[in-house]
Antibody, heavy 122, light 107 residues
Framework: EVQLVESGGGLIQPGGSLRLSCAGSGFSFNNYVLNWVRQAPGKGLEWVASIGDSGGTTYYGNSVKGRFAISRDNSKNTLFLQMDSLRAEDTALYFC???????????????WGQGTLVTVSS | DIQVTQSPSSLSASVGDSVTITCRAS??????LNWYQQKPGKAPNLLISDASSLVGGVPSRFSGSGSGTDFTLTISSLQPEDFATYYCQHSYIMPITFGQGTRLEIK
């Protein structure tokens, strides 16, 4: 069974940093593109970042480019999101999601974790 | 960036009804359009990929169509478990964008 379990969320002051983790199991972790998607309270879904299977290719949404960094450790089946210079508008539930196929261009998300909540507030 | 605009933002319907949700892209995305269902407190669930391909395990009352810039999600014979929020998402090029969502409520 595919499982994705996020951790690392919490309350952080504006300007601070936080590192999210997502542990994957039940699939060949190192063969799939992985993604972060967030959802502000009561709002819609916003794609944040994606990373290729080897970690060599990364993409970012415009609102986080230059502040967030996605990475992965395939030896530990873990995905990361380093978030720096956090702002109030980054407050959201952060989901990790697996792309559906091993095609590196695949941007369909078939499995999602339950999310970890990040609150940016003073 | 490619924008995807969903309509309506909310919709009321009864069990047994058929409903259609529309998604329009700001430029052609061929058939690179996906649909998700999200229930309160849960992660989204992929329903349809590539505009019209039903994901395994999804009931056949869900169907998708369209290409280019205009797409639809149709749910026929609504069941109680279908009342949720639906999102479209383009997967044509980076950056990926989602529609604003359509909240489907029981009338």
């Amino acid at each position: 069974e595919v499982q994705l379990v996020e951790s690392g969320g919490g309350l952080i002051q504006p300007g601070g940093s936080l590192r999210l983790s997502c542990a994957g199991s039940g699939f060949s972790f190192n063969n799939y593109v992985l993604n972060w998607v967030r959802q502000a309270p009561g709002k819609g879904l916003e794609w944040v970042a994606s990373i290729g299977d080897s970690g060599g290719t990364t993409y970012y949404g415009n609102s986080v480019k230059g502040r967030f960094a996605i990475s992965r450790d395939n030896s530990k089946n873990t995905l990361f999101l380093q978030m720096d210079s956090l702002r109030a508008e980054d407050t959201a539930l952060y989901f990790c999601a697996k792309s559906r196929s091993t095609n590196q261009a695949d941007k369909n998300f078939d499995y999602w974790g339950q999310g970890t909540l990040v609150t940016v507030s003073s | 960036d490619i924008q995807v605009t969903q309509s309506p933002s909310s919709l009321s319907a009864s069990v047994g009804d058929s409903v259609t949700i529309t998604c329009r892209a700001s430029q052609s995305i061929r058939t690179n359009l996906n649909w998700y269902q999200q229930k309160p407190g849960k992660a989204p669930n992929l329903l349809i990929s590539d505009a019209s391909s039903l994901v395994g395990g999804v009931p056949s009352r869900f169907s998708g169509s369209g290409s280019g810039t205009d797409f639809t999600l149709t749910i026929s014979s609504l069941q109680p478990e279908d009342f949720a929020t639906y999102y479209c998402q383009h997967s044509y090029i980076m950056p990926i964008t989602f529609g604003q969502g359509t909240r489907l409520e029981i009338k």
